[in-house]
């Protein structure tokens, strides 16, 4: 069984950039779910993906968007990048039981 | 939106000593808790989880208790070893999402 996959692992942009991320889920879970986590801080829900439709976003603004695949594989991009974007992006995939959450190893976004 | 408080933020306990981390949470219509850790440049890694129809579950050395009267759940961490010190979160799921506490910092010292 193969976990959650992330790339790339670590990532630099600068200000007005525009950045994809990409999660593989679990074999055999088909949700995929993205946080942010500050430095320091816990992470914080983006959005979540089920049948490649948005179903559920915490507060963020439209410059954050995502697309999930046939394959349930998924990404996220963030458009105009801002200093404060600099986080640790994670995935989480989710088979049946949506609460029970599976984190991939996160990809390192920094904005300069 | 829900709201988990987790406390303290960092711990630091001898090796074989318990650790115990206390997490409130504000929505009662949350029904699931889990609790991941942390290591250094890695992913949080799913330990233990609760359901809100039980009130305490164990694995091995790690406890997990609930209390949904007084929106309380705590981690329990009994005969603790160096490689138990890392990052713990809580977390409670509803409405499609994890909202997570801040985190604690648990060091144990050899």
């Known amino acids: 069984e193969t976990g959650v996959t992330q790339s790339p692992t670590h990532l630099i942009k600068t200000r007005g950039q525009q950045v994809t991320l990409r999660c593989s889920s679990q074999?055999?879970?088909?949700?995929v779910s993205w946080y942010q986590q500050a430095l320091g801080q816990g992470p914080q829900f983006i959005f979540q993906?089920?049948?490649?439709?948005?179903?559920g976003r915490g507060n963020f603004p439209p410059r954050f968007s995502g697309l999930q695949f046939p394959n349930y594989s998924s990404e996220l991009n963030v458009n105009a990048l801002e200093l404060d974007d600099s986080a640790l992006y994670l995935c989480?995939?989710?088979?049946?039981?949506?609460?029970?959450?599976?984190f991939g190893p996160g990809t390192r976004l920094t904005v300069l | 939106g829900e709201n988990v408080e987790q406390h303290p933020s960092t711990l630091s306990v001898q090796e074989g000593d318990s650790a115990v981390i206390k997490c409130t949470y504000s929505?009662?219509?949350?029904?699931?808790f889990p609790w991941y850790k942390q290591e250094l440049g890695k992913g949080p890694q799913l330990i233990i989880d609760?359901?809100?129809?039980?009130g305490e579950k164990k694995d091995q050395r790690i406890a997990v208790t609930l209390n949904k009267t007084a929106k309380h759940f705590s981690l329990h961490i009994t005969e603790t070893q160096p490689e138990d010190s890392a990052v713990y979160f809580c977390?409670?799921?509803?409405?499609?999402?994890?909202?997570f506490g801040k985190g604690n910092q648990v060091v144990v010292i050899p």
């Open positions: 989480a995939s989710s088979g049946t039981e949506w609460n029970e959450q599976f």
């Open positions: 074999s055999g879970h088909n949700t």
């Open positions: 993906y089920y049948r490649e439709e948005e179903n």
């Open positions: 929505d009662s219509a949350s029904n699931y």
């Open positions: 609760i359901r809100s129809n039980v």
């Open positions: 977390a409670a799921y509803g409405n499609n999402r994890l909202a």
